[in-house]
């Protein structure tokens, strides 16, 4: 059962990082509207080229590692890595007041705030779950995957991971400001 809540942890943040750098590379505006966010983070104008493309990269590099089994815990770790650094990018945009839209899967206009911070500990959390479904003590091996519960666990992944793409539209519609 652990293994298959496992690999939807890892379905889950797949498509989340996968959507997160897909939504930077779509278009040069884009891009450039996720490099001029940096200002509000601090980062110099020459460090947000660099900076751009090592975000863009990580989160590409998550997703693939989080694929194959041989490589899904170094994915997991990569992928919490990131989730650290952009909490506390967050964090410190949030403590220093400043105003700074997220920019986490395109153009979304709702600002950074606390729920910026839960939803990343949440994934963290389903990170932290990931590790424990993917261990080999509790994985098992190819032969012994039930295809039934393995499209279940991976159908739930893509909806939680939809949900997680659109939280700021959600948020919106839900708490109106």
Not at 40 to 66: D, H
Not at 112 to 131: K, Q, T
Request: charged share 15%.
């Amino acid at each position: 059962m652990l293994a298959y809540v496992g690999f939807g942890c890892r379905v889950l943040l797949a498509v989340v990082f996968f959507a997160a750098a897909m939504s930077k590379v779509r278009g040069r505006r884009q891009r450039a509207e996720f490099q001029a966010s940096l200002e509000a983070f601090g980062v110099r104008p020459r460090w947000r080229s660099p900076a751009t493309a090592a975000v863009i990269t990580g989160e590409l590099a998550t997703a693939s590692l989080l694929a194959p089994d041989v490589t899904a815990l170094a994915g997991l770790g990569v992928g919490a890595a990131l989730l650290l650094v952009f909490t506390t990018a967050i964090s410190s945009v949030l403590r220093r007041g400043v105003s700074a839209s997220c920019r986490c899967f395109g153009a979304s206009t709702q600002p950074l705030g606390r729920r910026h911070l839960i939803r990343n500990a949440i994934l963290l959390l389903i990170a932290a779950v990931g590790v424990a479904g993917t261990l080999p003590a509790t994985a098992p091996g190819l032969a012994a995957w039930d295809p039934a519960a393995l499209a279940l666990s991976g159908f739930a992944a893509m909806v939680l991971a939809a949900l997680v793409i659109s939280y700021d539209d959600l948020v919106a519609v839900v708490l109106p400001r």
